[in-house]
């Protein structure tokens, strides 16, 4: 499978927990994206890097979230001291170079913080 | 920033009927216009796109329009079928942005 892709699947993890995503982009793609979708909602920007370097963030990403792309390849988005409304679907994105072209999503990672 | 709304929420059609779907947004400056559809459990998929500088957009049973002026963007399915049945998301994004806003989705049922 050359798409994107994203592990775990799935994640239950008790409140206050940290946890640790993985996206692994289309291999030429420079752009990176991740999403947070709730139930019934679209997705919602997080946070995007070109290449290694991180461009913006989200307003929503609190500081218990940090993300990265140390070597402009896979990217790992993490979760410090969870919260019940952590709990969502998180998706990662990959386009080519520019940001009027497709964006390609992975499954996404589904948290569940109880 | 941008805002993206998204109408209706839910939508029925009889198989055979078609079904629109209509997204309007908040920013002038906004230049690309995706649609993707999601079916339940999977990633969502782009299943269209415009651009700015282009008014109307057809691939086989599906189109997109766009009107810069009054900020509107719709999606047209002509002869749903079965299939078609999943949560549809309209976006919106400008070269500088970067990143995609979505509308809230519209759950499109097909019936057989």
């Known amino acids: 499978d050359t798409g994107v892709s994203q592990d775990p699947r799935h994640k239950i993890t008790k409140r206050g927990q940290n946890v640790t995503f993985r996206c692994d982009p289309i291999s030429e793609h420079n752009r990176l994206y991740w999403y947070r979708q709730t139930l019934g909602q679209g997705p919602e920007f997080l946070t995007y890097?070109?290449?290694?370097?991180?461009?913006?963030k989200s307003r929503l990403l609190s500081d218990r979230f940090s993300a990265e792309r140390p070597k402009g390849s896979f990217s790992t988005l993490e979760i410090q001291r969870t919260e019940q409304g952590d709990s969502a679907m998180y998706l990662c994105?990959?386009?080519?170079?520019?940001?009027?072209?497709?964006?390609?999503f992975g499954q996404g990672t589904r948290l569940t913080v109880v | 920033g941008e805002n993206v709304e998204q109408h209706p929420s839910t939508l029925s059609v009889q198989e055979g009927d078609s079904a629109v779907i209509k997204c309007t947004y908040s920013d002038s400056a906004s230049n690309y216009f995706p649609w993707y559809k999601q079916e339940l459990g999977k990633r969502p998929q782009l299943i269209i796109d415009i651009r700015s500088n282009v008014g109307e957009k057809k691939d086989q049973r599906i189109a997109v329009t766009l009107n810069k002026t009054a900020k509107h963007f719709s999606l047209h399915i002509t002869e749903t079928q079965p299939e078609d049945s999943a949560v549809y998301f309209c976006a919106a994004s400008d070269f500088g942005n970067e990143k995609l806003t979505f509308g809230t989705g519209t759950r499109l049922t097909i019936i057989p």
């Open positions: 994105a990959s386009s080519p170079w520019g940001g009027d072209t497709e964006a390609f």
């Open positions: 890097f070109q290449n290694e370097a991180q461009l913006e």
